[in-house]
């Protein structure tokens, strides 16, 4: 939840920049002006944020934020390889055998070792990625 909030706190500040943009200059509100009087607002609202200024110059540059680097750089498979691994799910299910964490991971495993190669690792996608 606390990710949640300090996400719509950034939209804020990106939005009231993008206002403050479209003032004359000499009105304008500086980036560390607009992340303070965001910060008062989450503040007076009895819910703790923080909004840096250098932050906020990275994503109105179009940066992604930790958890969209993290998502993107932990992909395994493409969304062509999900469709089918949900559709081969879904068709095992209606044959009645469901699959189980296991067997899904072979699956899985089975997929990119073959689309991997030796890039793929010894292990797999590890234990707990079907959870």
Same mark, same amino acid.
């Given at each position: 939840? @606390? ?5 719509? @706190?950034?939209? $804020? ?19 560390? @002006? ?22 906020? #110059? ?9 958890? #969209? *680097?993290?998502? $993107? ?7 062509? $390889?999900? $469709? ?21 991971? *072979? ?6 070792? @073959?689309?991997? #190669? ?14």
């Amino acid at each position: 939840m @606390a990710r949640a909030e300090q996400e719509k @706190a950034y939209a $804020e500040a990106m939005k009231k920049y993008r206002d403050e943009q479209k003032k004359p200059e000499s009105k304008r509100k500086s980036r560390k @002006a607009i992340c303070r009087d965001v910060v008062e607002k989450w503040k007076a609202m009895k819910k703790t944020v923080t909004v840096s200024a250098d932050t906020l #110059q990275q994503r109105l540059e179009g940066g992604r934020t930790c958890g #969209q *680097f993290n998502a $993107e750089q932990n992909l395994w498979l493409s969304p062509e $390889e999900e $469709e089918s691994v949900v559709a081969y799910c879904i068709e095992l299910r209606n044959r009645g055998f469901p699959l189980n964490h296991s067997r899904l991971k *072979f699956h899985i495993d089975m997929l990119l070792e @073959a689309r991997l #190669q030796s890039n793929f690792p010894k292990g797999g996608v590890g234990k707990n990625w079907t959870e």
